[in-house]
């Protein structure tokens, strides 16, 4: 079975300071990992992937994950945030057949000026 | 391209109704899958569709029905709404294995 546990619910971070936000999985079958956004009344919109090769992913807007086997952990950085990069954050985890992911409980960024 | 998109964006239902929701993608994907999203849970699983006449369960199946009708359209349906399925429902495509899956705008249902 996979699992997936992101493991701050919410993250108060002040404008231009670094962030990372933790996302541990847990999986039998390859891994492929998933950073998507969530802007408030919207759909969700990917960020970044990890399917193979480079264990360090660059995405859109400034963010970078790391993927790190070892530790079985897939975490999301940006070293200087915006007020608008204010959203929930999920981490998701594919592998299984026919492109299904399992989804992580979501993180809220919250950036304050 | 409009992407996926789904229909309607709100819907208010009183218990025992029923409704379907619908959605449409353009990108000429294999699999199309039905969310619910509820505060904390992150996105749940109710069913899928790996290709054109083929559908199955997910994580939370319950009380829901889906019909793959095309390449395109894959609706969800409610035959007997309960307050336990207010929730926001989100449609999504991809291509074949472990790639990205693109979300549909959402639809926000609430059953009084």
């Known amino acids: 079975a996979q699992s997936v546990t992101q493991l701050d619910s919410q993250v108060p971070v002040f404008e231009e300071a670094p962030v990372e936000l933790r996302c541990n999985y847990s999986?039998?079958?390859?891994?492929?990992l998933f950073w998507y956004v969530q802007y408030p009344n919207q759909g969700l919109q990917l960020l970044l992937k990890?399917?193979?090769?480079?264990?360090l992913v660059k995405g859109i807007n400034g963010f970078e994950a790391e993927f790190n086997k070892s530790q079985t952990s897939f975490h999301l950085r940006k070293p200087s945030v915006h007020i608008s990069d204010t959203a929930e954050y999920f981490c998701?985890?594919?592998?299984?057949?026919?492109?299904?992911?399992?989804f992580g409980q979501g993180t809220i960024l919250t950036v304050h000026p | 391209n409009a992407g996926v998109t789904q229909t309607p964006k709100f819907q208010v239902l009183k218990t025992g109704q029923s409704m379907t929701l619908q959605c449409a993608q353009d990108?000429?994907?294999?699999?199309m899958y039905w969310y619910r999203q509820d505060p904390g849970m992150g996105l749940r699983l109710i069913y899928y569709?790996?290709?054109?006449?083929?559908?199955d369960k997910g994580e939370v199946p319950n009380g829901y029905n889906v019909s793959r009708l095309n390449k395109r359209e894959f609706s969800l349906r409610l035959e007997s709404a309960a307050p336990s399925q207010t929730s926001v429902y989100f449609c999504?495509?991809?291509?074949?294995?472990?790639?990205?899956?693109?979300f549909g705008p959402g639809t926000r249902l609430t059953v009084t």
């Open positions: 999986s039998s079958v390859s891994v492929y």
């Open positions: 990890y399917l193979s090769g480079s264990t």
């Open positions: 999504a495509s991809s291509e074949w294995e472990a790639y990205e899956q693109y």
């Open positions: 990108m000429n994907h294999n699999s």
């Open positions: 569709s790996a290709s054109e006449g083929t559908t």
């Open positions: 998701a985890l594919g592998g299984t057949s026919y492109g299904k992911l399992t």
